[in-house]
């Protein structure tokens, strides 16, 4: 037991900060964020043995952070409906303050319209600084897979981009060459 426990404190030591920036990039508030993070190593905990060692720890805990996300939302979204449903004069408000939070960028309109798997997929690059094989360990598929769906992801959302009289050109640098 006291190896199963030493390996936990160090598997939360080395992955917190980056599985809480993940978490935290991707809910809507610090408090919510923090009993995700709670649940993804609560996770970690029971299935220790399936952990795995080095960096790939890290990467098998984004993928158990991004189930345990999309769970949320899941349940978010039902909230919300029963909300709605169970106070109808709630809807109007409910609505207000979601479009009070709502980016209206050019980038951001375009962002939304992709879908969920396209907005991770752009994430886990932008976000979470991974490579394709990365990737393809945190989504459970292989890389040639990840760098199809990515170009695609990126592909679509330069056409939504471009749509809108956005110049989604890249920049090239000195030396990108």
């Not at 994430?123 to 990515?150: F, M, N, P, Q, Y």
Request: net charge positive.
């Amino acid at each position: 037991m006291d190896d199963r426990k030493a390996r936990f404190e160090a598997l939360y030591r080395e992955t917190y900060e980056p599985i809480l920036g993940y978490v935290l990039r991707r809910c809507p508030s610090a408090d919510d964020a923090a009993d995700l993070v709670s649940e993804v190593f609560t996770v970690a905990w029971r299935r220790l043995d399936d952990v795995p060692t080095g960096d790939r720890a890290r990467l098998w805990l984004y993928g158990a952070a991004r189930r345990v996300v999309a769970k949320y939302w899941s349940n978010e979204a039902t909230r919300r409906r029963r909300t709605a449903s169970l106070h109808p004069q709630l809807r109007d408000e409910i609505a207000a303050t979601v479009t009070d939070f709502t980016d209206v960028s050019a980038i951001a309109q375009a962002f939304r319209q992709l879908t969920e798997n396209e907005r991770e997929l752009l994430r886990l690059v932008a976000w979470e600084g991974l490579d394709h094989a990365a990737i393809a360990t945190v989504l459970g598929c292989s890389k040639g897979a990840v760098r199809v769906r990515l170009h695609r992801a990126r592909a679509r959302l330069s056409r939504l981009l471009h749509a809108t009289g956005f110049d989604a050109t890249p920049v090239t640098v000195k030396g990108d060459r």
